[in-house]
Structures are given as structure tokens and as C-alpha cells.
């Protein structure tokens, strides 16, 4: 049954919307999977706070117009499924990128990075991207090195000439 105008603006508005907000883009084909491979991966993407949407292509193409996913519209062609990560740019290409392991009728297409249109190989680059909670504790880490140097280093000092006393005293005594 095809869409209302109303219909039409309303999927447009909503894409757009997720778009403004989102990282990064992931465009696959799906055609030939099943209806309960499809919902397993709904499942997943919901599950990784990534919205995933079927959109026509020229409804697609108005949806990202003043986004910076406006770059895949030029090749918005054949059945695609649309990916957007909401919380960390990998979300999506990790959530696709599973998935296509698994299902060979399920490729990868193209993707994109603020603004940038990459190829659908690059995918593994975009995958390895480190999840927010990782990302802090990173650089939690870094943050933290300098401090726990210096404070071994101060606690050398006293370490040093406690062991030089106690061989000393061992020295006399024997």
C-alpha cells in the first residue's frame, strides 16, 4: 500500500531528525532475508541504541539533504537499509557488520563519518572504534598515569633509604 503525502513527510521529518542527532551512517542491501532475520536485527540495533529504518531512496535523499549524511545520496540506489548511531559512531557499523558475518544476502554498501562518505571495505575501521564507556575509561587511564609516577617516584625515596639502613645494620652485624 503506497504512503500518503502526509505519510511521506512525516518518515521524512523523522529520518531527518535522527540524522541531525546521529554519528555516523550505515547503508546495506537486505534483499533475501527473511522477515525473522530482519527483526533479529532490530532486535540488536535496538538493543545497541542504533536506529535502523527502510526507507525509499528519493524519501531517503530528502532526509538527509542539510545533514551530514548528505553525501550518500548519490548513491542511494536499490533496496537499502539505513543505520544511524545515536550513542558512539561504531555502533551501527558493529551492529551491521555482525550481522553480514552471518548473512551472506546482507552487504554492506557505503558508510559515513561526519560528513564523509566511505567505502563499505572500511567498515572494520569504523567497527574497532572504541564504545563511550571504553573511550573514558581511556582516558581515565591516561589522565591518571602521570599522577601514580610521581606518586611511586616520592615513594622511592624513603623506600631507598629504608633498604639502604637495613643493609647497613645487616653489614655491622656480620
Not at 598515569?145 to 637495613?166: D, I
Request: hydrophobic share 45%; aromatic share 4%; proline share 3%.
Amino acid at each position: 500500500m503506497a504512503l500518503t503525502l502526509e505519510e511521506k513527510k512525516a518518515v521524512v521529518a523523522e529520518v531527518s531528525e535522527v540524522a541531525r542527532g546521529a554519528f555516523s551512517a550505515v547503508a546495506a542491501e537486505y534483499c533475501g532475508l527473511t522477515v525473522e532475520e530482519m527483526t533479529n536485527l532490530r532486535i540488536k540495533a535496538r538493543e545497541d541504541n542504533v536506529y535502523l529504518r527502510v526507507v525509499k531512496n528519493t524519501l531517503a535523499r530528502r532526509a538527509l539533504e542539510d545533514t551530514d549524511f548528505a553525501c550518500m545520496s548519490d548513491r542511494l540506489t536499490g533496496p537499502l537499509i539505513l543505520a544511524f548511531s545515536r550513542e558512539d559512531p561504531g555502533a551501527a557499523a558493529r551492529v551491521t557488520k555482525n550481522f553480514a558475518k552471518d548473512h551472506d544476502k546482507f552487504e554492506v554498501t557505503m558508510l559515513s563519518v561526519g560528513g564523509e562518505l566511505l567505502e563499505a571495505s572500511e567498515i572494520d575501521k569504523l567497527a574497532r572504534l572504541p564504545t563511550r564507556d571504553q573511550a573514558l575509561s581511556l582516558l581515565m587511564a591516561v589522565m591518571k598515569a602521570p599522577t601514580e609516577k610521581f606518586v611511586r617516584t616520592l615513594n622511592e625515596v624513603p623506600g631507598k633509604l629504608t633498604r639502604t639502613v637495613a643493609a647497613i645494620r645487616d653489614q655491622k652485624a656480620a
